[in-house]
């Protein structure tokens, strides 16, 4: 297994390599940091200081030598950033260093294809360069069909997580589940499925979510929790955010792999940005 950060080196958020460091130590994962820089973004700009001999300061770049420029100046930036982790935390697996000239939507398929049980990070503050808002991070995510986390700006790793899924009861084969057992194996959660119902429908909603523990149960491993609450509510993203923060929850789940189930792109972009922790996002392909 892999764990792939999307460099965040030209965000003006704080980074989220180290919490994805930490998180990858503790999963005992190799690490790629990927910087993607698309040559349609560069035009040919006005150099006040030179970066090579052959480009004198108060020349215009050319369109090949401002990726040129790019593509030095973001390995550099890597390095002293991936040094500085390095060494702090003594890594004791690889880290690769991986700046690539693509677009980012290209050199992700390219990636996943290639690390197909890979975990997926990305900054939850988008930085306007290789991409512009949530809605494009969990559109990505979608076609990538890789668990994905969106994790918030300078966010502190922690090891004994409480999370909130919300229940999915059409779930009926667990595959989802079964293909995040590095997170529950790595990591100590505690999972609280919420579900959200009309007042009519309590008891019944009540009634399969204890058939669904039980059917579910199987597929975590013996350090992970699991519990159910059945909420009433008329506004599902509203009422699991507003329970998700009332609680200071540390994760949320959001697994989307049914396709009746209730959280769409729009719906996981709302609850990412109603709150202020990592969000585990993840559309299973379907077989």
Known sequence: MKTIILSDINNLAKSIIPYGLRLARELESEVDILHVIDPRSHQGTYSSVSDSQSISP????????????????????????????????NYPLKINRIVVKNSLEDELD????????????????????????????????????????????????????????????????????????????????????????GNQNYATMELKSIAWKDAVSGFYLPNTTLDINILEGKDINHTISNYFNRNHQDMLLAINDSPNNQLSVSDTVELINSIESPALVYFPKSK
């Open 110 to 197: 390219k990636q996943f294809a290639k690390n197909p049980d890979c975990l997926f990070l990305v900054n939850a503050e988008v930085d306007q360069n290789m991409l512009d808002t949530t809605d494009e991070v969990v559109r990505l995510i979608k076609k990538a069909g890789v668990p994905s986390l969106v994790v918030p700006p300078g966010e502190k790793f922690k090891a004994d997580i409480n999370a909130l899924m919300p229940l999915n009861l059409d779930q009926n084969n667990f595959s989802s589940l079964t293909n995040l057992k590095f997170l529950f194996h790595g990591l100590k959660i505690t999972i609280d499925a919420v579900g959200v119902v």
């Open 58 to 89: 108060g020349d215009t770049l050319s369109h090949e030598e401002t990726i040129l420029q790019e593509l030095t100046r973001a390995k550099r930036n890597l390095d002293k950033v991936l040094s500085a982790e390095g060494s702090r935390l």
